[in-house]
């Protein structure tokens, strides 16, 4: 079945450190892919998302580009902020299909 | 933020006792979905909704059961909660199902003890 891979936090950087997480997928088809954020105490927040095979998904100076021919979709930041800290989850979804399919979070603190 | 109600947001209960987690939304979108979320499984779908009075079975369905009588209000029900029910809740929804965007709430946090 479809999965999501993150890689294992916690991660802990220093302000305006370059920021990656990993995120690998399998799946049958040709899935959608998300980044959710989820701040303490609050529910989830859509990131960014991608559609399509070189599709790039931005936002808040977050980036993530779906490579179909590494099955990766990688977030990352030029350069964090304390306020960045948070939990962040990929996921997916295949077309047609009715169910998101997350990976297992990753926990990432800036220090200032 | 998307018009989405969970309630109650904090419950402690007692093992075998039924629990009713109710979200309630304001958006008049077709479907709805409860996950739980565990440390180190991210998050697991339990059930969703694409109707009024339709359901399906998500991943990790055993011991719970829903309703959805009206098209804002989604019902998760633990019909004899278990210690390994412990865990948060989030109700989420989406107009087109789930290749477009998905709303969270806020979560409930359920403990049984």
């Known amino acids: 079945g479809d999965s999501v891979t993150q890689m294992e936090g916690p991660v802990t950087l220093s302000e305006e450190a370059f920021l990656t997480i990993n995120c690998t997928y399998t799946?049958?088809?040709?899935?959608?892919l998300f980044w959710y954020v989820q701040y303490p105490g609050e529910g989830l927040q859509l990131l960014l998302k991608?559609?399509?095979?070189?599709d790039k998904g931005s936002n808040k100076g977050f980036e993530a580009t779906y490579r179909k021919e590494t099955t990766s979709f990688h977030l990352e930041k030029g350069s964090v902020q304390v306020s960045d800290s948070a939990v962040y989850f990929c996921?997916?979804?295949?077309?047609?299909?009715?169910?998101?399919?997350f990976g297992q979070g990753t926990r990432l603190t800036i220090n200032p | 933020d998307a018009g989405i109600t969970q309630s109650p947001r904090h419950k402690v209960t007692e093992t075998g006792t039924p629990v009713t987690l109710r979200c309630h939304q304001t958006?008049?979108?077709?479907?709805m979905y409860w996950y739980r979320q565990d440390p180190g499984h991210g998050l697991r779908l339990i059930h969703y909704?694409?109707?009024?009075?339709d359901t399906d079975k998500g991943e990790v369905s055993d011991g719970y059961s829903v309703s959805r009588s009206k098209t804002e209000d989604f019902l998760l029900t633990l019909e004899s909660a278990t210690s390994s029910q412990t865990s948060v809740y989030f109700c989420?929804?989406?107009?087109w199902g789930m290749g477009n965007t998905i709303y969270f709430g806020e979560g409930s946090w359920l403990t049984v003890v």
């Open positions: 989420a929804i989406s107009e």
């Open positions: 799946a049958t088809g040709y899935p959608s």
């Open positions: 991608a559609t399509k095979a070189d």
């Open positions: 996921a997916l979804s295949e077309e047609g299909a009715q169910k998101l399919v």
């Open positions: 958006e008049n979108h077709r479907y």
């Open positions: 909704s694409y109707g009024v009075k």
